[in-house]
């Protein structure tokens, strides 16, 4: 008998800010939502969570301030004996064929900051930043600035 593969779902709060000069991703609380015998209803319970989160621009004291946005994940896992549920592929295989995770044993991802409006504006405060370091700009402008 074949084992049964469920769909796991998390939810990620993430954050999008300046570090020094570099720009970083940081994950700041995740939420195990519940799994699903079938893709379909993991993916809508994915969508679903990322309708009731909406990103938000966060100003700081120094810096360009940063963005709070949301993403969620859909994996697909199959139950092993040892090791309990691991991320596996369409047919149940939890390796490739260099013995790492299957590159689609995420089903779904989705991310509400992919070409919205805080990601333009973020970028536009990054990019005056840039050119307030390289002393090419008196002064830069904040996200707040640019949503404006």
């Not at 993403?71 to 697909?76: G, H, K, Q």
């Amino acid at each position: 008998m074949d084992k049964e593969i469920r769909y796991f779902v998390n939810g990620y709060e993430m954050l999008l800010y300046l570090s020094g000069d570099r720009e970083e991703h940081k994950s700041v609380d995740c939420f195990e939502l519940q799994d699903f015998e079938s893709e379909e209803k993991a993916v809508a319970a994915a969508r679903e969570f990322i309708k009731e989160h909406k990103n938000a621009v966060n100003d700081q004291k120094h810096g360009i301030g940063s963005v709070t946005y949301w993403t969620a994940e859909v994996t697909r896992c199959i139950e092993d004996e040892d090791f309990g549920w691991l991320p596996c592929d369409a047919d149940g295989a939890t390796e490739d064929g260099h013995g790492l995770v299957p590159a689609d044993a995420t089903a779904e991802y989705i991310c509400t900051l992919d070409g919205s409006r805080e990601e333009r504006a973020f970028q536009r405060a990054k990019y005056s930043y840039y050119d307030f370091l390289d002393y090419k700009d008196d002064c830069y402008t904040t996200v707040s600035g640019y949503m404006n």
